[in-house]
């Protein structure tokens, strides 16, 4: 069965900062990693997608990396900004578009 | 282009009644899904849907959950009676492919429900 961790599950720092946020599967049969973003109170925003043939994906600040063989991926978030105070979830998509996801991890941005 | 559209936002109701959710996927996406999200956890699937067809239930507790997408669109979810454990947010979500090697997902902004 798949498993997937968010490490940390809540991290804060100064505004300005660079941070990576990770995320390890267990199952490495993986189509593709999804990284979303959960405001409070609101539904999931999705932030990248990675397929499974890719090694990374970039937007904007954003920058998530794929490594199927260890089961890891990692999304880095350049400069960050109060506004990307949220809660970032990790999603690995595996055969019949099922859908795993991990339990988040909280980010509070400082000013 | 409208998203995923969720409602009610909000329900409370007492344990033992009867709730349902509506959910209208975005346009021209055949793929719809039911999440259950608690507290501080990720979401976890209880139904997939490609078209009408219900293709993944595996996760729906069928003794008081139950689940439609009569025309292949919009889609309701019902829980009768409701129980206390049910508090929780309910997420729609939809996507364009149907295949394994499927695009994104879309969320809602899904339909928060507090049993008493």
Do not use: M
Not at chain 1, 61 to 80: P, Q
């Amino acid at each position: 069965k798949q498993e997937v961790t968010q490490i940390p599950a809540a991290l804060s720092v100064p505004e300005g900062e660079n941070l990576v946020l990770n995320c390890s599967f267990t199952d490495s049969a993986i189509y593709n990693l999804q990284w979303f973003r959960q405001d409070p109170g609101k539904g999931l925003t999705s932030l990248l997608l990675i397929q499974s043939s890719q090694r990374e994906q970039t937007s904007g600040r954003l920058n998530a990396s794929l490594d199927k063989s260890s089961g890891r991926s990692t999304l880095y978030i350049a400069a960050s900004q109060p506004g990307d105070s949220a809660t970032y979830l990790c999603a690995v998509i595996q055969g019949a578009q099922k859908l795993v996801f991990g339990q988040g991890t909280r980010l509070t941005i400082n000013p | 282009e409208a998203g995923v559209v969720q409602s009610p936002r909000y329900k409370i109701i007492e344990k033992k009644q009867p709730v349902a959710f509506w959910c209208n996927p975005i346009s021209g996406h055949n793929t719809l899904y039911w999440y259950l999200q608690n507290l501080g956890q990720g979401p976890e699937l209880l139904i997939r849907y490609e078209n009408e067809e219900a293709v993944d239930d595996s996760q729906l507790p069928k003794d008081r959950f139950s689940a439609e997408r009569l025309k292949g669109v919009d889609s309701t979810l019902k829980i009768q009676p409701a129980e206390l454990g049910d508090s929780a947010v309910y997420l729609c979500a939809s996507s364009s492919r149907g295949t394994w090697n499927t695009g994104e997902l879309f969320f809602g902004e899904g339909s928060r429900l507090t049993v008493l």
